[in-house]
T-cell receptor, first 113, second 113 residues
Framework: DQQVKQNSPSLSVQEGRISILNCDYTNSMFDYFLWYKKYPAEGPTFLISISSIKDKNEDGRFTVFLNKSAKHLSLHIVPSQPGDSAVYFC????????????FGKGTLLTVNP | EADIYQTPRYLVIGTGKKITLECSQTMGHDKMYWYQQDPGMELHLIHYSYGVNSTEKGDLSSESTVSRIRTEHFPLTLESARPSHTSQYLC????????????FGQGTRLTVV
C-alpha cells in the first residue's frame, strides 16, 4: 500500500510560468516531507523540506505548501526554467532515530522554452 | 555538497555472476541506505544501517546482502545475479546533525543479461 502518492506521472509547462507538483500521503506519523529532483541515471538531489508543524517553506524559486488536514503537499516552482526539467520525487520521513524516507513514484516535469 | 560515491556507475554482467556495488561517504554519517528504483517507479528501501555492525532489511524484499564494517563504507552484494536484478541502485546517507535530508550517490545502473 503506497503511503506517498504522486498521481500525476508528468507535467508540462512553459518557461516563466508556475509549475505545481502535488503529493498526497496516508501515514499521519510522517513528520517531515521532502522534495528531490532527479535526472536520468543520476541520484536524487535534495531541493526543499517542510516540517509537519509548518504549512509553508520557501527557498528561492521553490515553495512547498503542506495541508495536514488533507494530507496533501505541493511544490511550486516560480518562474519555471528549462533546467528544471527532471523527475521530482516527494518523500516523507517519520523522523527520530529510526529515520527512513518513503518515496512517491515521481512526476516528470518538462519546461518548454 | 554531498560527498557520497558509488561505483561502478554502470555495470552489465552475465547471469549467475557475483557482484558488489560500492558506496562510500566521507561525511561521517552513521545512517546509510540502499534504495532500488525502476523507471517510473518509486525508490524502494532494500537495506539500511544505523552504524557499524548494524544492518537491517528494508521495506522491499531483496536477495542482496550488505555489510557495514566501517562507518564510511556500505557495500551491497548479489551472490548470483539474475535478469530480475536489473535496476538502478541508489545509496544514501544522513547525519544526526544538520538538515533533515539524506544525501544520495549518483547510483549504479545494473543490467543482468
Amino acid at each position: 500500500d503506497q503511503q506517498v502518492k504522486q498521481n500525476s506521472p508528468s507535467l508540462s509547462v512553459q518557461e516563466g510560468r508556475i509549475s505545481i507538483l502535488n503529493c498526497d500521503y496516508t501515514n499521519s506519523m510522517f513528520d517531515y516531507f521532502l522534495w528531490y529532483k532527479k535526472y536520468p541515471a543520476e541520484g536524487p538531489t535534495f531541493l526543499i523540506s517542510i516540517s509537519s508543524i509548518k504549512d509553508k517553506n520557501e527557498d528561492g524559486r521553490f515553495t512547498v505548501f503542506l495541508n495536514k488536514s488533507a494530507k496533501h503537499l505541493s511544490l511550486h516552482i516560480v518562474p519555471s526554467q528549462p533546467g528544471d526539467s527532471a523527475v521530482y520525487f516527494c518523500a516523507a520521513s517519520s523522523g527520530g532515530s529510526n529515520y527512513k524516507l518513503t518515496f512517491g513514484k515521481g512526476t516528470l516535469l518538462t519546461v518548454n522554452p | 555538497e554531498a560527498d557520497i560515491y558509488q561505483t561502478p556507475r554502470y555495470l552489465v554482467i552475465g547471469t549467475g555472476k557475483k557482484i558488489t556495488l560500492e558506496c562510500s561517504q566521507t561525511m561521517g554519517h552513521d545512517k546509510m541506505y540502499w534504495y532500488q528504483q525502476d523507471p517510473g517507479m518509486e525508490l524502494h528501501l532494500i537495506h539500511y544501517s544505523y552504524g557499524v555492525n548494524s544492518t537491517e532489511k528494508g521495506d522491499l524484499s531483496s536477495e542482496s546482502t550488505v555489510s557495514r564494517i566501517r562507518t564510511e563504507h556500505f557495500p551491497l552484494t548479489l551472490e548470483s545475479a539474475r535478469p530480475s536484478h536489473t535496476s538502478q541502485y541508489l545509496c544514501a546517507s544522513r547525519g544526526d546533525r544538520g538538515g533533515i535530508e539524506a544525501f544520495f550517490g549518483q547510483g549504479t545502473r545494473l543490467t543482468v543479461v
